[in-house]
């Protein structure tokens, strides 16, 4: 071999090898969005609508965090207040026609009906948001709980900020 070839040839493996690395990592590189959890549920929920920004994400992951550090306070005026006007219409409806409660409003029913065990108000304090899949006002944050329970939190946009859609997740895995 001569001088020049000798001099390229640990400089060609170096950069070879560095190929390699780096092409290794964009293979192991974790999934995103929704797709980080197609390993663990094959719920249609996953490929709801579209993948959202990473802001919109962020938003919606801080409005569910907010709903689930209320409610496991049992606040009941701040967790109506979190509520979408669907969901809020249902509870208030019921609490017309199906309770003999006296004050008939979201707060009441909620005091009077909803009980949050000790593990789900821990659990509901573990948020690891991964996707949140959206259809015009309509969406899903799906995110990884306590040992990574996959869950799905319905949402609606009302007035430019994030609304819940349900007093408690649906379990995805």
Known sequence: MTGAKA???????????LGVALLSACGSSSASGSEQFRDKTGSALLDF???SSDVELEEATKAVQSFFGVRSKEDWPATCAQLSRALLEKIE???????????KSCPSFL???LRISAPEQ???????????RRQGAQGFLIYSGAQETVYAMPLSQEGGTWKIGSLSPKRLS
């Open 7 to 17: 001099k390229w040839l640990p400089a060609t493996l170096i950069a070879a090898a």
């Open 49 to 51: 609508g579209e993948e």
């Open 93 to 103: 409806h019921l609490a017309v026609s199906s309770t003999s409660l006296g004050e």
């Open 122 to 132: 821990r659990e509901s304090t573990v948020i690891d948001a991964g996707s949140l």
């Open 111 to 113: 005091e009077a009906f």
